[in-house]
């Protein structure tokens, strides 16, 4: 079953060579107890380690079940380790952090044996050897004849064909020397036993065959195998495996052996996570406190369409040349003529009528104010003490947004109280805002023609205005036309729209932010009355047939930016029924988005001329909001990342430590028949382990440091309970340290896997 043709090993040492086996040929039978005799350095361990295919011939031939091993790869030697060889070691080579019954187990945990048959058979082996009592055991509570019969279950568990011992009574004395030799002779009587000695007295009374080996050569055999004793079976070798669930438990119950050592590296490695907890906590908290007062500030922003918009698309930002690349100058002495940058970023939006009628049915739940505002001018007299005044500033004055759904408040209602007055949307009039301390501006109260350090609420509610129409306003001398300057007779015409304000209104407490302001508001229906009656009046048809500004005789600009074109004056006078800017107010975030998308598929298959594009005022400013502080975020998190890079690289030192620590279990596990791969899994699941730990620690910690976070800032900024860990981070954070600590135990893992196993073996 186990031949060795002319094998040949040396080993060099500098310039020094050592020949450790010369041209040797031995042949063994599948049952029989060989004792191998030697004097130290005669070569019969590197006999036995070649044999155990721990180690490797340089020439020769290993045959095993009539097969040969010149062509076995390193997973082929550990199958075979595993599944038909059985080591009984001197020194015993227990794994000293797991249990007896554990350390029995594991060479079948290697074959990918079940849980439940591997705990049977161990119990058994445990029975054979007498030590069932102690399968709970360490290694260390045992003493050294208990620890070889522990040895000896442990080679026997697995059913391998071949028992190889390394002086295995060596370290005993001489009464526990005959129980174990007595146990092994036992063995023999169904395997192959080869055991390596130097004690004549040993090898003569129990083995069945004594070969003798000097100077690395084969001496005498007393029981050669022959030509009809020869065995014609076949090698059959399952394959090998360590579950990570196998490596982590290995690596566990290591850990447990250093939990003082392990906790200071977890602390020390989790401080990069705490910072970046805290972090991430903070920007969580602040972006939640800003979302919260976008939703009661912003909530309602209105997206507004306009007969002008301005295109922010990054292809047009790419093309206005900075003058970054200097080669794009000509070096010729000449200047070019350059285009209106605005003119060209500027998207002409044409409102026609079937965009509005697309408006109109725009789902008015969505909405909790539309405005429809037209470029028309007002002409608009006051009357006080001092006479009769041209109101000057009404261009600034703002239009009422509507309220579409009669059924909830609108926007007016929402965010302002009504201190006086009632607002009538069907009626022509005025609305006043006033500020938080019911002041307005002074220009305000010239507007309304009233005079005074303080005005009552029923002083501004009586005061009256007259709206002149066109064609009492503006009188005719041959192609032009100029304002009347008799300012009380047109005020008394009683063609005039007589205008007052229906209500003082003042933002609401909770919405100061966006509504402490003051100023005028004037109703729709205003600008419906007025169109209506000016839109057929002289100087809006003589305005019609002339292509220039019968107000000033000046040719009109080309420019579509300008106040003095075509359009721009027709729709002053009040002929355009088409609105220049249309505020389309949301009841909320959800509705905003929703308003959007309607919006968004107008646009779609429409030519670039064709499209309506829009100012989304709330996003603006969320976008602009959320990417500063995801800008503070991503520098904060980028400097706190560096002491996860110095956390990583002491893990690799820590986990190089733990191999040059477990460099005897290493050795121990590859005589058991573990792969390379399943000596790196090991020590990757310890580092796993602790990156979890730290992870988890990093993140307990953090959470805690909220606490007084949180109390720090309430008392700074009166902002209560900012710092918020979001779950999500958390995982992402543990996640990602422990990747980083796996990369950084990843090279020491390797070093691990490539010890050699006999050199291994041997550390102390």
């Given at each position: ?599 968004d598929q107008y646009n779609e298959d429409k030519t670039e001329q064709e499209m309506i594009e829009y100012t989304d005022m709330a996003a603006m400013i969320s976008s602009l909001s959320g990417n500063i502080m995801d800008a503070i975020t991503v520098v904060l998190v980028a400097f706190s990342s560096i002491s996860l890079v110095v956390s990583s690289i002491m893990i690799a030192i820590i986990t190089y430590i733990s191999v040059l620590e477990r460099i005897k279990e290493i050795g121990i596990l590859r005589a058991l028949g573990a792969r390379k791969k399943d000596i790196k899994r090991v020590f990757n ?80």
């Open positions: 079953m186990l031949e060795l043709k002319k094998i040949y090993k040396s080993y060099q040492t500098g310039n020094f060579k050592q020949q450790a086996l010369k041209n040797v040929s031995i042949e063994f039978r599948k049952n029989e107890f060989v004792a191998i005799l030697g004097a130290s350095g005669s070569g019969k361990t590197t006999l036995l380690n070649i044999i155990g295919g721990l180690d490797r011939y340089d020439s020769g031939d290993l045959i095993i079940n009539n097969n040969s091993t010149k062509k076995f790869k390193a997973i082929d030697w550990d199958r075979y380790r595993n599944n038909c060889i059985g080591f009984i070691f001197q020194n015993y080579n227990l794994i000293p952090h797991i249990t007896i019954l554990d350390n029995i187990e594991m060479g079948m945990t290697l074959s990918g044996v079940n849980s439940k048959t591997r705990k049977r058979k161990a119990k058994e082996a445990l029975k054979k050897v007498g030590l069932l009592e102690h399968a709970h055991k360490k290694p260390n509570q045992l003493s050294g004849g208990q620890m070889q019969r522990v040895a000896i279950a442990r080679a026997l568990v697995n059913d391998p064909e071949i028992i190889l011992a390394d002086e295995p009574t060596g370290a005993l004395d001489t009464k526990t020397s005959i129980q174990i030799m007595d146990l092994i002779q036992s063995i023999a009587k169904d395997k192959l036993v080869i055991m390596v000695t130097h004690n004549p007295d040993l090898a003569h009374e129990y083995a069945t065959r004594i070969i003798e080996f000097k100077d690395g050569e084969k001496l005498s055999d007393s029981n050669p195998v022959t030509k009809e004793e020869k065995d014609t079976s076949s090698l059959k070798i399952r394959k090998t495996a360590m579950s990570f669930l196998t490596a982590l438990k290995l690596s566990f119950n290591n850990i447990k052996t250093k939990k003082g050592r392990t906790l200071i590296t977890a602390f020390a490695s989790s401080i990069g996570i705490i910072g970046i907890g805290l972090i991430l906590s903070l920007s969580n908290g602040f972006k939640i406190e800003v979302d919260k007062f976008e939703k009661n500030s912003l909530s309602q922003a209105p997206i507004i369409i306009s007969t002008q918009a301005m295109n922010m698309s990054e292809e047009m930002m790419e093309s206005i040349d900075n003058g970054d690349n200097l080669e794009k100058y000509p070096k010729e002495e000449k200047v070019y003529v350059q285009d209106d940058i605005v003119e060209t970023m500027l998207h002409t939006n044409v409102l026609s009528d079937s965009y509005l009628e697309y408006l109109k049915k725009l789902d008015k739940s969505l909405l909790s104010g539309v405005s429809y505002q037209n470029m028309i001018g007002f002409n608009i007299i006051n009357h006080n003490s001092d006479g009769y005044h041209l109101v000057t500033n009404s261009s600034y004055w703002t239009l009422l947004p509507t309220n579409p759904n009669d059924k909830e408040e609108g926007i007016v209602e929402s965010n302002y109280d009504i201190l006086a007055g009632e607002i009538d949307e069907n009626l022509p009039g005025l609305i006043l805002q006033v500020d938080n301390k019911n002041q307005i501006y002074q220009s305000t109260l010239d507007a309304l023609g009233l005079k005074g350090d303080s005005i009552t609420f029923d002083e501004i509610l009586k005061q009256e205005l007259k709206v002149v129409l066109n064609d009492d306003y503006y009188i005719q001398y041959q192609d032009a036309f100029v304002p009347n300057q008799d300012l009380e007779s047109l005020y008394h015409n009683p063609n005039s729209i007589s205008l007052k304000v229906q209500a003082i209104i003042r933002g609401k407490e909770d919405k100061e932010v966006i509504t402490n302001g003051s100023g005028l508001a004037y109703t729709n229906r205003l600008t419906e009355m007025i169109i209506a009656k000016n839109k057929d009046s002289k100087i809006v048809k003589a305005q019609q047939e002339k292509n220039y500004n019968i107000l000033t005789n000046q040719p009109f600009d080309d420019s579509v930016t300008s106040n003095n074109t075509k359009e721009f004056i027709l729709g002053y006078l009040g002929a355009d029924t088409i609105p220049s800017m249309i505020y389309l107010y949301p009841k909320d975030f959800d509705s905003k988005k929703e308003i959007t998308t309607y919006l699941a310890e580092t796993f382990i602790i990156g979890l730990t730290s992870g988890f620690l990093g993140i307990i910690l953090a959470y805690l440091l909220t606490i007084p976070t949180n109390h720090i800032i309430e008392n700074l900024s009166g902002l209560a309970n900012v710092a918020k860990l979001n779950i999500v981070h958390a995982i992402i954070l543990v996640i990602i340290n422990v990747i980083l600590t796996m990369i950084g135990g990843a090279i020491p893992s390797r070093i691990a896997s490539k010890k050699d196993p006999v050199e291994a073996l041997r550390t102390e």
